[in-house]
């Protein structure tokens, strides 16, 4: 039997301290066009309770939301909102962890459910934009080189394929049924973090993004982005100066 996953509690209702900005014009995002990628996304959004900033033209200032429910099969999600959405265009931006910004547009009447006026129906959206943006620079690990994190949670091993690793995180490959034991947030302790033949590390992550993808070989995979939480000096001076000594090879 599988055990259910920690969810953390849900939030109450966002403050307008919560707001962020939408993508900037010069940025440079990708587009997020898969129904599946989309509904994943959303899913994690409602389940971290991060806030959506909506803008709306008739509107000065953004009103905030949370993504209460997403509907397991139909590209349906309710929206929980905080004051009353004009009819019409609107953008909805929100963070995904710390290093990455989703927006995306849609049109509608905006119309509340009968009894729950805070409690909007909306349609996913035909894509979305999403920005990364890291605040340290990334180096790509060498194919079929000795790249893993390694780490127990609800009484079960992991070891995941550690895709990139910089100085204040790292990027994991996971499958969509490991992926179940992660959510945006979520901190795993003790995680032993295999750098290559000669150099492991042992540190606390916290999952900061989660994006489904399609491997040509592997199939349906997930990318887990995850910050270093915490580390010891002599580990993090290490890991300082593998960065330093590869930076040249593939930094991204």
């Known amino acids: 039997m599988t055990e259910t996953p920690l969810r953390p509690p849900r939030k109450g209702a966002p403050r307008p ?5 939408r993508i900037h014009a010069g940025a440079a995002p990708h587009e997020m066009r898969d129904p599946f990628d989309i509904g994943e996304t959303f899913t994690a959004l409602a389940e971290s309770g991060e806030p959506l900033s909506i803008y709306s033209a008739s509107l000065a200032d953004p009103i905030l939301a949370r993504i209460d429910t997403v509907h397991p099969e139909e590209p349906h999600f309710t929206l929980d909102v905080v004051g009353e959405l004009p009819p019409g265009r609107a953008t909805f931006v929100a963070a995904l962890g710390g290093n990455a910004k989703l927006q995306f547009d849609l049109v509608s009447d905006w119309v509340a459910r009968p009894g729950f006026p805070n409690l909007v129906a909306a349609e996913f959206p035909e894509t979305c934009l999403v920005l990364n943006r890291r605040t340290a620079p990334r180096l790509d690990t060498p194919i079929n080189g000795a790249y893993a994190a390694t780490f127990t949670l609800f009484n079960k091993q ?3 394929p550690l895709c990139d690793y910089s100085l204040g995180g790292v990027g994991l490959r996971a499958t969509p049924d490991q992926a179940t034991e992660l959510y945006i947030g979520k901190k795993i302790k003790s995680v032993r973090l295999q750098l290559g033949p000669a150099l492991a590390i042992v540190a606390d992550l916290e999952v ?4 489904p993808f399609r491997s040509f070989l592997l199939g349906e995979q997930v990318q887990v982005g995850c910050s270093i939480d915490n580390i010891e000096m002599q580990m993090r001076q290490s890991l300082e100066r593998l960065v330093t000594s590869n930076r040249g090879r593939s930094a991204a």
């Open 17 to 21: 301290t919560d707001a962020i900005g």
């Open 158 to 160: 992991f070891e995941l």
């Open 208 to 211: 900061r993004l989660l994006r």
